[in-house]
């Protein structure tokens, strides 16, 4: 599955934004989806998962309660909607696909967009 993610921009402290992330190639809803995230000089973390169907998500501690993450499997479409955003929310998100177990582990997705930068400033 090849995955593009859009949507990222500059947004001020306390604003919104949304994220997709567009898949083809193959069938999305056979596919777990995660969305992570890397500022720059840190690791990539993790941001957020959604189970095949959608039913099921999970998120970090740090966005939880201000991130969410679904999916429209019609459109082929992974989305991450972002609010109350804080300057430390900065990074590259990444969206990421795994056919198998989902995880908060980055080495268990075998398939990664190309990023799309989040800036919030202060």
């Known amino acids: 599955v090849q995955l593009q993610a859009s949507g990222g921009g500059v947004v001020q402290t306390g604003g919104s934004l949304r994220l997709s992330c567009a898949a083809s190639?193959?069938?999305?809803?056979?596919?777990?989806m995660a969305w992570f995230r890397q500022a720059p000089g840190k690791e990539r973390e993790f941001v957020g998962l959604i189970t095949r169907s959608g039913s099921s998500t999970y998120y970090a501690d740090s966005v939880k309660g201000r991130f969410t993450i679904s999916r429209d499997n019609d459109k082929n479409t992974l989305y991450l909607q972002l609010s109350a955003l804080k300057p430390e929310d900065t990074a590259i998100y990444y969206c990421?696909?795994?056919?198998?177990?989902?995880?908060?582990?980055?080495?268990?997705?075998?398939?990664w967009g190309q990023g799309t930068l989040v800036t919030v400033s202060s």
């Open positions: 190639g193959s069938t999305f809803s056979t596919y777990g």
């Open positions: 990421a696909a795994n056919a198998y177990q989902l995880s908060s582990l980055s080495r268990a997705y075998d398939y």
